[in-house]
């Protein structure tokens, strides 16, 4: 754990690894919808590459990995992948981010790896909203994906909403009813100032918004039990009359950055300190080399530039898709 220690004394045990960066979606706060520079597949480290890394992660002290995109379930040989990791790694907390329109036809090879949990996207149930911010694909897709996990009590489900003023916020409301009904935890998050081409201040609606306009706002109450879930970036809370969880992200007006935990790796390799960080350490040669130490070497290169806050830095040109969330 020590070597997973930064500057501030925190413990960057949560990894987010990337396995790609396409999607088959366009959403307008992820990737641009037209021009889009895909990386040559020769540089997207292989699946033995990634295992190799896990293994090298396990060894610093990483107890929790979650595979993202782009859309990890767009690459070949995914859920396979994913088995190889859970067959190696038995006892580590394994997550997935996806946006849930190809979950149904995996579902059950994805159940049976006892993933801690999937979070899944979705910013709006109305079928032409759905469109409109995608880009393309239909909401009923995303919708049976969900259905497909959420019976499965060992998983915990999560729908992470961005809010976006003039688009979803007349949605609250509904996609509580709907997280309840279907038995997953909705989360409401902050419109992040990723891309400045896309951002405005106008679109923005704070966490105190959020909760000052939720039905029934004055039912919630912050959440005091011990769930595992309390630990992350969210603010829980639990409606006093239904039992209903809710999760919001402050990600800009009250971040979380005192107690993250996490450290980002891209597809290609590239050590992120942070979500906003411009600059990383590549790690792609060692990991192909099959060098552990220079692996290390690299990972606590990257983790010694993490800063105190992301206020701290200036934000990238880099699309979330590459990142990976």
Known sequence: MELLKDSFGRILHYIRISVTDRCNFRCQYCMPREGIKWIDHRNILRYEDLLFLCNVLANMGAGKLRFTGGE???????????????????????????????????????????????????????????????????????????????????????????????????EIGDLLLFAEREGVLLRLIEFMPLHGDVWNYNRFISADDILSSLP??????????????????????????????????????????????????????????CLFSQKGVNISNALRERDEEMVKKGIIEAIKMKPRRWLDMESGDEHMSRIGG
């Open 72 to 170: 990890p379930f767009v690459r070949k040989g995914f859920p396979l992948f994913l088995k190889k990791v859970r067959e190696e790694f038995p006892q580590a907390a394994l997550s997935v981010t996806t946006n849930g329109s190809m979950l149904a036809s995996v579902a059950d090879d994805i159940l049976s790896l006892k993933l801690e949990s999937i979070n899944i996207s979705l910013d709006t149930l109305d079928p032409q909203k759905f469109k409109l911010i995608t880009g393309t694909g239909n909401v009923q897709d995303v919708i049976r994906g969900i259905r497909s996990v959420a019976i499965h009590s060992d998983t915990i489900v999560k729908l992470n909403t961005v809010l976006i003023n003039g688009f979803n916020e007349d």
């Open 216 to 273: 029934d706002a004055n039912s919630w109450r912050d959440d005091t039990s011990e769930s595992k879930d309390n630990a992350g970036p969210a603010r829980y809370l639990v409606n006093t009359l239904t039992g209903q969880r809710l999760g919001v992200i402050a990600a800009v007006t009250h971040h979380f950055c005192d107690t993250c935990n996490r450290l980002r790796i891209t597809s290609t390799g590239q050590v992120l300190p």
